[in-house]
């Protein structure tokens, strides 16, 4: 078992920044594959990053591609989401997630937080 939870998420305006943390316990951080999903109203849940065990690998989906860093301290069991140049479409609830292995479908991922909403204004 592992427990999630996100934190960090808040009301910004278009070109600000965020920074969003995933404190996780549990279960071997350090061992886990960890990854970034978000979905707005009336939208499934999409892709935005994910990260290797050892944080030397990751992948971001192509919307948030230069403008998003994932990144990993497993010596505080925490994920980071750093969120630059936002968009109003990035408004969305935010969430990370435990998996096994490195991938970016939402269906390899067995261990969920509970979300944190970003809302940005144009």
């Known amino acids: 078992q592992v427990q999630l939870v996100e934190s960090g998420g808040g009301l910004v305006q278009t070109g600000d920044s965020l920074r969003l943390s995933c404190a996780a316990s549990g279960r071997a951080f350090s061992s886990s594959a960890m990854a970034w999903f978000r979905q707005a109203p009336g939208k499934k849940k999409d892709f935005v990053a994910t990260i290797n065990p050892s944080g030397g690998r990751t992948a971001y989906a192509d919307s948030v591609k230069g403008r998003f860093t994932v990144s990993r301290d497993n010596a505080k069991n925490t994920l980071y989401l750093q969120m630059n140049s936002l968009k109003p479409e990035d408004t969305a609830v935010y969430y990370c997630?435990?998996?096994?292995?490195?991938?970016?479908?939402?269906?390899?991922?067995?261990?969920w937080g509970q979300g944190t909403q970003v809302t940005v204004s144009s």
């Open positions: 997630a435990a998996s096994w292995i490195l991938a970016t479908s939402e269906n390899s991922y067995e261990y």
